[in-house]
């Protein structure tokens, strides 16, 4: 999905939600697309799985995301009981984690540095070519 996102001249991120060991969200970033600065790849997906599963908590699914979420993201995943959230690469300037677990559900599990490098390679390949 990241890749896919690269290729559509997205912010390259990715997103699929897991539950019962079965996908059933996969999505990426599409703001441009979408011309939605809500659009974000973790947004859509929790749009997508709750879709899926007829309800709006997913406390019994994992996200899996190719980079640290953002506040705004954080926030939704906590209103929808995630799960468990695993993210490949960190976001220094823009990821929840500068403010805090606390901005997550208290029972969403936290696993992060997941395929980090080829995630963050992916990125700084698309923010490179853009400057």
């Not at 290729?7 to 079965?22: D, R, T, Y």
């Not at 899996?64 to 939704?76: D, F, R, S, W």
């Not at 300037?93 to 696993?111: C, D, W």
Request: net charge negative; glycine share 8%; hydrophobic share 45%.
């Amino acid at each position: 999905e990241a890749r896919l996102a690269y290729e559509e001249g997205e912010i390259p991120v990715g997103a699929v939600v897991v539950s019962q060991n079965q996908i059933i969200a996969r999505t990426r970033n599409q703001t441009e697309r979408l011309q939605d600065v809500t659009a974000h790849a973790e947004i859509l997906a929790i749009t997508a799985a709750a879709d899926y599963l007829g309800g709006k908590y997913l406390d019994d699914c994992t996200l899996y995301v190719t980079l640290e979420p953002c506040v705004m993201c954080a926030g939704a995943l906590a209103w929808a009981q995630l799960g468990k959230l695993v993210y490949g690469a960190a976001d220094e300037k823009r990821g929840f984690m500068r403010h805090g677990r606390a901005l997550l559900h208290p029972k969403t599990e936290v696993a992060y540095g997941i395929l980090e490098e080829e995630c963050g390679a992916l990125l700084k390949e698309f923010f490179a070519a853009r400057r």
